[in-house]
């Protein structure tokens, strides 16, 4: 299994800054995932950041709105840039861990509230 | 374009009584699924996945889930839920290698005592 921390747990922040949201693992990792939760709806995939090359970005998210770094496999982060209310969601990482079962876990999320 | 639907958006049960959420995906390849469970103020928590075989998985906490290709179907079952089982139950596809998971729109699930 992978045991993943997300820092902050939460926050509120003011429109037009930026937050960023850490992802640890407590083992290494090849794929992590970025998630959001809006309010009452289901989890959408935001990107897939690989260690050693750019985020790959689902359609309608991009990369200087999310930007992401993947340093090493065990840590990502990411930030929400110039933020606007509609950004309020949680944000959940997401790592697949390699041979049974290729299980993908998460991680607690960072609920994000922007005023 | 490829969906994952999911029937109930709400359910309320008494506890004993069995529980059947539905899941539909629309994917013409191999898939692999999940159904996931979110309990109150928790991480979301694999509850069983089918890769291949048995098309009939069995989970955690009793729950179990059937595969069935012609249908596009994986639904989630429960014989005799509990109050614990109050919480959002999520199905999931997984559609390519990199393991990028496409998600229900979740099933807001209370068992009453």
Redesign the interface.
């Known amino acids: 299994s992978a045991v993943i921390s997300q820092k902050p747990s939460r926050d509120i922040c003011q429109r037009g800054t930026s937050l960023t949201i850490q992802c640890q693992v407590d083992s290494q990792v090849t ?1 992590m ?1 970025w998630y959001r939760q809006q309010p009452g ?5 935001i990107a ?1 950041a690989n260690q050693g090359s750019e985020a790959t970005y ?1 359609s309608g998210f991009v990369i200087d709105k999310f930007p992401i770094s993947r340093p090493n496999l065990t840590f990502s982060t990411l930030t929400v840039s110039n933020m606007s209310p509609e950004d309020s969601s949680i944000y ?1 990482c ?1 790592v ?1 861990t390699s041979g049974r ?9 960072t609920r994000l509230t922007v005023l | 374009a490829q969906s994952v639907s999911q029937h109930n958006h709400h359910v309320i049960l008494s506890e004993a009584a069995s529980l059947e959420l539905g899941c539909n995906y629309s994917y013409g390849g191999t898939v692999n699924l999940f159904w996931y469970v979110q309990y109150p103020g928790q991480h979301l928590q694999l509850l069983l996945k089918y890769f291949s075989g048995d098309p009939l998985v069995k989970g955690i906490k009793g729950f179990e889930a059937e595969f069935i290709k012609s249908k596009f179907s994986f639904n989630l079952r429960k014989p005799s839920v509990q109050w614990s089982d109050t919480a959002e139950y999520f199905c999931a596809v997984k559609t390519d290698s990199w393991g990028k998971l496409q998600f229900g729109a979740g099933t807001q699930v209370v068992v009453t005592p």
């Open positions: 794929m995932f709806q289901s989890l959408t995939l897939t689902e959940l997401s697949r079962g290729n299980e993908q876990f998460f991680g607690p999320g």
